[in-house]
């Protein structure tokens, strides 16, 4: 047996391998038919998944970061599926939840144009309405090196190589609609999924790495009530006429030029503005008896594995080549400032 804590501290004993879902419904059914799955031991799992060990269990819905991670992660399948269905021959790499959406990335000879995302979009929510279950797998390495080989996924051939000896393999099965390589977590059925926008089409080199294949990124959003996509719409109007790239150009205080993509060419009026800002801030730190430092705008590649930022965010990350080695453009500040901590000895 093991023990379930709840956030209220009660404690339900289990057999081993009782589901998330099972745990949520013999709480409460009406909880169960709201939520979308749990966080248990700090890590967020859908219904399907089974519980090994004793835990603390706390119930996630869509309001909950972890609830949208679930329900957005389901939804980049289900963008896939629809893909599939209308370009067969796609090859699919990886298609994660992130903060505000969903995307995945695709190699397929058609060249994905806006004008595709409303066909993508009802071919979605058609997916969705058939309510389809999304089944967890575990399989053998080799089953799923079989498997991908006969469906000629290169892309998660690669990545089920990449994984250790040992790494237990997981598929998500979509009804009949769609199987991929994953460890979850995934809504139960496709059915709550009720409003889908796609928002954008990127480029994004396999893995991040300008060596490697270019493959196609569809973003997208998703949500349980038409209601929600429409207040979304709403505040993505608000955002844009609040951007800042349109403001600096109305204020004349920046502009942006490809040569120089993400990194802003400040004008006069702009360099009045950071300055004000700058000193405003130098007085600020002064007063509470800060020092100020200033760290490289580049850095080489291991910093970025050891600190962490690649595994978060290289795909944001842009990288160079500095005398054969490779070497990332800083995201943030704190790893060259911890550096300049350790240079010298402190209490």
């Known amino acids: 047996m093991i023990k379930i804590t709840l956030p209220d501290n009660s404690v339900k004993e289990y057999e081993v391998g009782i589901s998330v879902g099972q745990v949520t419904k013999d709480i409460s059914e009406g909880l169960y038919r709201q939520a979308l799955g749990a966080v248990v031991n700090g890590v967020t799992r859908g219904y399907m998944e089974p519980i090994n060990e004793d835990s603390d269990f706390r119930v996630v819905k869509f309001d909950d970061p972890e609830g949208k991670e679930i329900f957005w992660h389901t939804s980049s399948h289900v963008m896939a599926a629809a893909i599939e269905a209308l370009w067969p021959d796609t090859k699919f790499a990886i298609g994660p939840a992130i903060a505000d959406g969903f995307y995945y990335d695709m190699e397929l000879d058609h060249r994905f144009v806006p004008e595709d995302f409303e066909k993508i979009e009802k071919k979605m929510l058609e997916i969705a309405k058939a309510d389809h279950k999304m089944e967890r797998i575990e399989i053998s390495r080799a089953e799923a090196l079989k498997m991908f080989e006969e469906m000629g996924q290169d892309y998660k051939i690669e990545l089920i190589n990449d994984l250790p000896e040992d790494e237990l393999i997981t598929l998500y099965k979509m009804g009949d609609a769609f199987v991929d390589l994953c460890r979850g977590p995934h809504l139960e059925s496709t059915k709550k999924i009720k409003a889908v926008k796609l928002k954008t089409i990127a480029g ?124 990332a453009i800083k995201p943030m500040n704190c790893p060259g400032s911890v550096l300049t901590y350790a240079s010298n000895q402190h209490s």
Request: negative net charge.
């Open 204 to 327: 994004a080199y396999w893995r991040g790495d300008s060596d490697r294949q270019m493959l196609q990124r569809i973003y997208g959003i998703s949500f349980e009530k038409a209601k929600q996509l429409e207040e979304w719409k709403e505040l993505q109007k608000e955002i844009e006429r609040r951007d800042h790239r349109k403001i600096g150009r109305e204020m004349d205080l920046f502009s942006f030029h490809e040569e120089g993509p993400g990194f802003p060419f400040f004008h006069p009026n702009g360099m009045i503005l950071m300055n004000e800002l700058l000193d405003w801030w130098r007085g600020v730190l002064d007063e509470r008896g800060y020092g100020e430092i200033k760290t490289p705008l580049i850095m080489n590649e291991e910093l970025w594995h050891r600190s962490g930022h690649w595994d978060h965010y290289k795909e944001n990350m842009y990288f160079t080549k500095i005398d054969e080695e490779d070497y």
